[in-house]
């Protein structure tokens, strides 16, 4: 029954693709854009324009005049580019109509690119929301499609591990399939992950894994370094990563690709775009398949797998449609699969068999009104549904070790508005609620989560010199209260070639399911984690069955239906030096405070000596550091960039137990070279588990035009970084266990052929085949061979 | 001109890059089992304790019962299982064991005494045994302390080290859900038989592994070394 209803959807996707591809024949290319360019009455010549979202630019020529003819129908953005002068930025809906010719005034100071360290394309905004990074008080980085596709990396996670600061870190106490990223010394749990500007759910242990993501459907990622909830509300408190899917057709075109090579990894894509009833509709649609056998990085005492084997499908879509002359209907969706069997053996016929299903559902309605050229409204709606079937069993006796079904959901409705006065400000405003539900074998007593959210994001560039962003959210949960997050950064450009950024924002998480609702018990060690919302009620059952011989009435009183949420404060100036067009420099300093943060405390004892655990907030945390970014062209289509991220991520609340000689932190430190113990100094305390102090990468990219040949070599660097407490003081000093610094490096090839319809791509990761037992998740070298094929009709010019 | 000029660039690049790949090119390897022999004392290497219990409230397919006890020898390193009451009957109350290892995941472990009631020797053969707690690496420890000291110590059970005044040899991370031995924790013994011991508990997980990188690790299995005075006086040396 599921085999033939999947074969149906097969075929009705093959059916889809098939229509695709004839109508790439029949695409309609009858509009045509020109303009005059000028600066106070004089026209400006080498202006470079560009049309947004098809491939076309053009060169002003002495006049200042400018042309495109071949357009299809839709909504463009024109982005025109010239030293010495704003970016000039217009948007223009093209419907058949012949368009007036355009009168473009430049008005004089350097461009304001967005902090753009990876990105070599203009910033292209998503149109399904008004909210878009650029209102970020904190850094922004983007990574675009061209050098995602140029990396050969196949899974989003490949992808950001190799951006400077971030690192992708496996959980072990959240299992073998709990990784998540961490950013600036943030942890997974503070980061937040969107689907065009939605919130995606389903989390392991706070963990967000995102190796379930494939690259191919992705147009741009934009990733926010610091507080963000002004922008996106709770979980945003450490950052965000923004996922933009394909989107804006222009001309119809299809693409299939396939690679395949180590770990039998196969990865193949199917994806097509097309204009649809006369121009009036956009469609993009998006299928992939991968798999992989996973790796074992310890081999010494697993066979099996450290780093699970998965077959993953996905399909995406996106689709556009113009109602009338203003208003467009989106709609967008994407559904995945991920199934997974990992085996390990430990010798003596210890053999765990762990599996996990994943089901991952997000849908979108969007609609997209404009009443004036000033004036913009757009109404959403997004339903976004995670499953997650896992368990783990020891095969010779058949016996479960755990066993979980977890099911969230989360609906979604906002208004946003925007209101533009061309190039001086731009405001947008937002209201909306949402509703999440979440099963879970082990939570007691759950209501569903329901927020109301209301924001006001604002640009607004009061002189030539400056510009300035700033937001302010309220966001009120039904089980914790209201909080208002605001945020503030500016520009300053001090000369032609240096400026000065600076910015503040806030962040929070409400308290979690988890942390309010659970009540666990681990009978094999013998303790209970009662979550806080619950613990009086509970505590008092336990009381009355007889179970508990003390009760620490000091800290129930102080934790019990108190648990505040996580906040905390982030704050980033730099500079960016641009000495010349080939050479940016960037330098940043960051300073994030954490408050509140949710660890356990023991609250009681039972009889039986069980130990009786619910959750408390800590007092305090700081990540702070800087980052260095380097770009240089040396020569035309070479591309040098480098990136270093030096940073001190410590729980001061662990400075003061030391301090204050509380146990265990008062434990004597031993040298286990000498047996030499000495009490332990706050200077002893090295940080928080898995932070580097030392990052770094650096990168070619280079394109030889003559042959069509696309390298690039990629390393990266990670300092040793804490992974556990060795010798039970609960914190971490330098004779505890670590993981050893290293580099990683990988390398990619393409060669076009075919007018660039075929190309042909060889991809070699981790080539020196690095491995540590203490990293289950990075696999060693991988080497894969791909093909892709695109159809498109080939360009005039 | 320029392209040799490139030519070079690329040359210089790629040896920095491989240059600082070999550098850093060797991974975390760890042997921590050689450096636990000294010719002296007795190593044990992943004793199994009970593997069969039940781990989980609501899993299928385990009988859900308390960890067995099992007690272990010094002199010929014998394991003796109490699966039964008449087990329990035959070894409990002689002078025949040194060690048990009781309670969740066999973690618990007992120096073989008749004064205490929760000790599985209670009321048996051991009258004059006692544990006291150095806070030195084993190799260091090299004389047992004065009789004294033995018969002030208030030690009965060696696990879980949950609090200060605990003496237990390991610490289980509710944040990584993995028990750890601590270090320099070094057991000084008085022994059923009168003589002198130290004891040093080294690991619960299969393989001894430098560090735990799965919840599921195969536990429990025991990984510990002793050194019995044999001439009976207080010397416990194995430098």
């Given at each position: 029954?599921k085999n033939i209803s999947t074969f149906n959807s097969i075929k009705k996707i093959i059916t889809g693709f098939i229509v695709l591809f004839f109508s790439i024949a029949q695409a ?204 996106y509300g709770s979980e945003a408190l450490g950052g965000t990563i923004n996922i933009i899917t394909r989107h804006g057709v222009v001309d119809p075109q299809m693409q299939a690709s ?540 | ?239």
């Open positions: 029954m309609q290319s009858n509009n045509a854009i020109s303009g005059l360019i000028h600066h106070s009455e004089n026209p400006l010549s080498h202006a470079k324009i560009v049309v947004e979202p098809s491939d076309k630019s053009a060169i002003s020529d002495s006049k200042g005049y400018f042309s495109f003819s071949g357009l299809t129908n839709g909504a463009y953005t024109i982005r025109i580019t010239i030293m010495g002068f704003k970016d000039y930025i217009q948007e223009i809906t093209l419907n058949g109509q012949a368009v007036k010719p355009l009168h473009i005034q430049m008005e004089s100071g350097i461009d304001l690119k967005e902090v753009n360290v990876t990105s070599r394309s203009t910033v292209k905004n998503n149109p399904e929301t008004l909210v878009n990074a650029q209102y970020s008080a904190m850094p922004v980085t983007i990574i675009d499609r061209k050098t995602i596709e140029l990396m050969g990396s196949r899974r989003l996670d490949e992808i950001l591990k190799e951006q400077t600061g971030i690192a992708i870190v496996n959980n072990i106490s959240g299992g073998a399939r709990s990784v998540g990223v961490q950013m600036q010394g943030f942890g997974s749990e503070y980061i937040m992950v969107l689907i065009d500007g939605q919130p995606m759910v389903g989390r392991n242990n706070g963990n967000f894994d995102l190796s379930r993501i494939s690259v191919s459907n992705i147009e741009r990622i934009e990733i926010i370094k610091g507080a963000s909830s002004s922008l396939l690679s395949y090579g180590s770990l039998n990894i196969i990865d193949a894509t199917l994806e097509g775009e097309t204009p649809f009833l006369q121009n009036k509709g956009t469609a993009n649609i998006a299928a992939n398949y991968y798999r992989t056998d996973g790796y074992n990085t310890n081999s010494k005492y697993i066979q099996g797998t450290t780093s699970p084997p998965y077959d993953n499908y996905s399909l995406q879509g996106r689709s556009r449609y113009q109602v009338n002359e203003s208003s467009f209907l989106g709609l967008s969706g994407r559904y995945g699969l991920r199934r997974s069997f990992m085996q390990k053996d430990f010798g003596l016929g210890h053999i765990s068999g762990d599996n996990q299903d994943e089901q991952d559902l997000n849908l979108s309605v969007s609609f997209d009104h404009r009443f004036n050229s000033n004036f913009r409204s757009i109404t959403k709606y997004y339903l976004t549904y995670y499953s997650a079937d896992m368990s783990v069993a020891w095969q010779q006796n058949n016996s479960a070790v755990s066993q979980d079904v977890f099911k969230q959901t989360l609906h979604r409705a906002e208004q946003q508005f925007s209101y533009s006065n061309n190039n001086s400000y731009q405001l947008v405003a937002g209201i909306g609620g949402s509703i999440e539900n979440m099963n879970d074998n082990a939570l007691a007593g759950v209501n569903s989560l329901e927020t109301f959210f209301s924001y006001v994001q604002g640009e607004w560039t009061p002189f030539q010199k400056l510009k300035t962003v700033g937001g302010l959210r309220y966001d009120y949960t039904n089980n914790f209260g209201g909080r208002l997050n605001p945020s503030f950064g500016l520009q300053y450009f001090i000369t032609p070639k240096i400026t000065f950024k600076a910015g503040i924002g806030t962040g929070f998480k409400a308290p979690d399911f988890k942390t309010n609702y659970l009540v666990f018990y681990n009978p094999s060690s013998n303790y209970l984690v009662v979550g806080n919302a619950v613990l009086s009620p509970t505590l008092q059952q336990l009381q009355q069955d007889g179970q508990i011989s003390e009760i620490r009435q000091y800290i129930l009183n102080q934790t019990a239906g108190n648990l505040q949420a996580e906040k905390s404060t982030s704050y980033n100036a730099g500079l960016v030096l641009e000495p010349s067009k080939t050479f940016k420099i960037e330098g940043s300093v960051f300073y994030h405070k954490i408050t509140n943060q949710i660890n356990s405390i023991q609250v009681a004892t039972g009889t039986n000596n069980r130990i009786i655990y619910t959750y408390q907030n800590l007092p305090e945390a700081v990540n702070k550091g800087f980052e260095l970014a380097l770009k240089f062209s040396p020569l035309k289509n070479m591309e040098i960039s480098a990136g270093y991220q030096y940073l001190i991520a410590k729980d001061l609340s662990v400075k003061d137990s030391i301090r204050a000689g509380k146990w265990p932190y008062s434990q004597n430190i031993h040298d286990p070279a000498t047996g030499n113990s000495y009490a332990p100094r706050p200077s002893d305390y090295w940080g928080i588990e898995n932070r580097s102090r030392h990052m770094a990468n650096t990168s070619v990219f280079y394109r030889y035009d003559p042959w069509k040949i696309n390298a690039n070599v990629r390393v990266n660097f990670r300092g040793k970084y804490p992974f556990g407490d060795r010798n039970g003081n609960q914190f971490i000093d330098k004779y505890d266990i670590f993981v050893k610094d290293y580099f990683l490096t990988n390398a990619s090839l393409e060669k076009q052929l075919l007018k660039e319809h075929l190309s042909i791509r060889f991809t070699a990761d981790n080539i020196f085949n690095y491995t540590d037992p203490l990293m289950p998740g990075q696999p060693g070298r991988i080497l894969l061979l791909g093909i892709s094929y695109r159809f498109f009709k080939d360009k005039e010019n | 001109m320029t392209k040799t000029k490139i030519i070079k660039k690329w040359h210089f690049l790629l040896l920095m890059i491989i240059a600082m790949n070999f550098i850093a090119c060797s991974s975390n390897d760890e042997n921590t089992g050689a450096s636990l022999q000294d010719g002296k004392s007795i190593v044990i290497n992943d004793l199994a304790g009970d593997t069969g219990a039940a781990m989980g409230d609501a899993t299928e397919g385990k009988v859900q019962r308390s960890f067995h006890t099992f007690l272990f020898r010094f002199s010929d390193q014998k394991q003796i299982w109490l699966h039964t009451k008449a087990d329990s009957l035959q070894y409990m109350k002689t002078a025949d064991w040194d060690l048990a290892f009781t309670g969740p995941y066999n973690s618990e472990v007992f120096v073989n005494n008749a004064k205490y009631q929760y000790n599985p020797g209670y009321e048996g053969a051991a009258q004059n045994t006692a544990v006291v707690l150095l806070n030195e690496t084993y190799q260091n420890v090299t004389q047992a302390p004065a009789d004294s000291e033995f018969d002030n110590s208030e030690i009965t059970k060696i696990g879980w080290s949950s609090s200060e005044s605990s003496p237990g040899w390991f610490y289980y991370s509710l944040s990584s859900h993995i028990m750890q031995a601590i270090p320099d924790r070094t057991y000084a013994i008085r022994l059923p038989n009168g003589k002198y011991a130290k004891l040093q508990l080294i690991n619960a997980y299969k393989g001894n592994p430098p560090a735990v990188t799965d919840l599921n690790w195969p536990a429990p299995y025991f990984t510990f070394r002793y050194y019995v005075q044999a001439d009976g006086s207080k010397s416990l040396n194995t430098k």
